[in-house]
Each structure stands twice: as C-alpha cells, then as structure tokens.
C-alpha cells in the first residue's frame, strides 16, 4: 500500500515538472520571436554572408584544436629528432665515456631515421637515455619522439600504448647470465634448470619479468626476483653478489659477459650463460 501511494505522488510530481518545463519553454520561444522581429524591423548591418563565414570560422578552429600535432611535424619544425636510446649494450646502443661516442644498432637506426626526414645524422639528432621503466613515459610526454632501444613488440603494447610499432629490427630470445661462485655450470649442465633458489635480477616493466616468472613456475624451480631500473643497476648487483644471476635479451647477455670479461670487474670470478633461450623476443623500433 505505501509502494502504491509513494508511486502515485511520484507520477503526480513528475507530470507537474513537464508542465512547467512546457510553460518555461513556450515563455522562451517568444521571447526569441519578439528579439528577431525587433531586430528585423530596427535593422542589423549582419548579413548572411557574415553568419555563413563565423560559422565556417568556428568550423575551422574546432578541427583544428581537434586535430593532434603529429611526431613529424614536431620534428621537421624543431629542426631535429630527440632519439630514446640504451647507453650501456654493446651492439645495439653503447655510449663510449671516454671520447662521447655512440654505437650499435639502435644508433645507427636513429641516424637512418633521421637522414630519411631530411636532417643531418651527425647535428640533428639528440640521444636521450632511456630505461626499461621509464622509456614508455618518455615516449608518451614527448620527452622522446622516437624509441629506439631493444623494446619487445608485444600485442599488449600495440593496444595499450599510444604509439605506433613501425617494424621488428632485431629478432631475439632471453638469456640468463650466471655468476659460477654462486651456481657451477658444471653442475647446474649449463643450464637455467639448475638454478633453484638463485637471486636473479630483472629489468622492471619489461617482458622479462613475465617471462622468467613462467619459464622457472612451469619447471617448479625456485627463484628470487630482484627488481632493477636498468642495466647499470643490474650489473652493479650482479658484480657485487647481491644478484647470483642477470636475465634479459640473449644479445644483452652476450655483450654484458664481453664486457664483465674484458674490463675484470668481476674480481676474477666466472661467469656463465645458460644454454636456454628462454622467451621470443622480436624487437621493434
């Protein structure tokens, strides 16, 4: 009874409500008649021409300000192209700190890239660092206009970044780098499979993480991740012992062990790669 009663105030409010709209409404209309006659019979200097061109005006302005301002033009009228770069992978974008001089495959993409707009590869272009966890919100700022650094083309970033994959540059696997005073090759049979209970470090916000996590749960090995901002850090622990192992591309994994070897900064401790490749990795640019 008190549904009923409550339902029937409510129908009575709401038919009082559209009364009163129609009476405002109808109040409104000629209130716009009267100004348009007056209007009409004192004389106006607004001809239909001025009405067609504010209209054609606002047309304009409203797809203008709709309309984003592309990477090219950004780059074509700033005179040079900001390139998103690695700094520490020998091979794909190394940075010499002796004498300031760029290499790899990544660089000698930039460069490329920056001929075919027109620019000179040796004055217009301007290398900014880019790591694992920040290189996506560089790119999306505008920090960067191109990314160019060992970057997995994944389904889930085509769809979820605000960015466009213009082609696969490098066709890789993931690898793990292992330290011997902490897992044996000999014994672990050179391979991931042997490294139950290791401390691994992994790049963050990288396909990586996932991939390790996968690879060890379906095999029920054990592991701790040790998160990582880039590569230096992950060498500094790798080296220092706080990480028994590094995981990231085969091709970063090669370098980094050329390196390790060459400069002796393990102390004269072994290093390994496990034979696996972990993951597939096709790189795009």
Not at 216 to 231: H, L, N, Q, Y
Request: net charge negative; hydrophobic share 45%; aromatic share 6%.
């Amino acid at each position: 009874m008190v549904l009923f009663l409550h339902l029937g105030e409510g129908i009575y409010l709401l038919h009082r409500v559209i009364s009163l709209m129609q009476r405002l409404l109808a109040s409104t209309m000629m209130l716009l008649m009267m100004t348009a006659a007056l209007a009409g019979c004192s004389g106006s200097d607004v001809t239909q021409e001025d009405v067609d061109a504010a209209r054609e005006e606002g047309r304009a302005a409203g797809i203008a300000e709709a309309t984003p301002v592309s990477t090219l033009d950004t780059i074509i009228d700033r005179g040079s192209m900001k390139c998103g770069v690695k700094e520490s992978q020998y091979g794909m974008g190394y940075l010499d700190a002796a004498t300031g001089v760029r290499s790899g495959l990544d660089i000698s993409y930039c460069r490329a890239v920056a001929a075919a707009l027109g620019l000179n590869p040796d004055t217009d272009v301007e290398y900014i660092p880019a790591s694992g966890s920040d290189r996506f919100d560089k790119l999306a700022s505008g920090t960067i206009d191109v990314l160019i650094r060992t970057t997995t083309w994944t389904t889930s970033r085509d769809a979820d970044l605000n960015a466009d994959f213009a082609g696969m540059n490098f066709f890789d696997g993931q690898g793990i780098l292992v330290r011997e005073d902490a897992y044996a090759a000999a014994t672990a049979g050179n391979s991931a499979s042997g490294l139950n209970g290791a401390n691994i470090c992994v790049g963050i916000g990288t396909t990586t993480e996932g991939n390790m996590v996968d690879w060890f749960s379906s095999r029920d090995i054990s592991f701790t991740s040790v998160p990582v901002a880039d590569a230096a850090e992950a060498t500094a622990k790798f080296i220092d012992g706080s990480c028994d192992a590094f995981t990231g591309d085969m091709s970063a994994m090669v370098a980094k062990k050329w390196q390790l070897d060459g400069d002796n900064s393990m102390g004269g401790v072994d290093i390994w790669i496990a034979s696996e490749l972990m993951s597939k990795e096709p790189l795009g640019a």
